[in-house]
């Protein structure tokens, strides 16, 4: 079973948490410059690994067939999985690129088009709240301060791995390392695949609210 963490609040952590361990192995790094590559990591670990997804309640509008599927936490939808009957998605739809999926709602079909609109038809007759649900993954924005929680938690050394790869290619500065840059890129690709099928088998993840924990999981 696909498991992963459902973000059902926005438990955050400030990207300054996560400069320490990065400018005490890059001494002269502006710590501006390590949280951008922070920020970067986070990005692409949640867009490859998939372990960030939010439940996102879908309303419908009278006569607009198009709705923009919008998440909370300052987070951009990176996929959509599935469409659900109620708001813990016990009840789903598969959704599949290029397929209809029908709805119990009016007798509609959900068309997705990526990569975050759903298409139903035909349009809407009266306006409807919270008409059904979609279970989408989800990644930081590109302009985000904080991340959340969980990443923190489990995946900082990952993400700190990451940012390292891209640091130390930094030509002219005086931590310019390729190799070792290489040896971070294959690090953090490890922690992504890894990550990955964490969410797949279920192991060490689960369905659950993300919660402050004391203490660091790596």
Known sequence: M????????????????????????VPKLFDEVAAHYVREAAIE????AKVLRQIITV???AGVSDVLLEPDCGMHVVSIHKLCADCE???HYELIPGRPCGIACDGASVWFVPPTTLSISPSPRVDREGAFWALVSVAP???ACELPEILYQRYSDRLVVGALSKIHLMKGEAWYDAPLADRMEKKFNAGVTVAALDRLTGHGMGPFPMKPRTGRIV
């Open 141 to 143: 924005d590109r302009d």
């Open 45 to 48: 670990f949640a867009q490859r």
């Open 89 to 91: 998605c016990a009840q």
């Open 59 to 61: 309303d419908l509008q």
């Open 2 to 25: 696909d498991r992963c963490e459902i973000i059902s609040s926005c438990a955050m952590r400030p990207l300054a948490d996560f400069i320490p361990e990065i400018v005490a192995r």
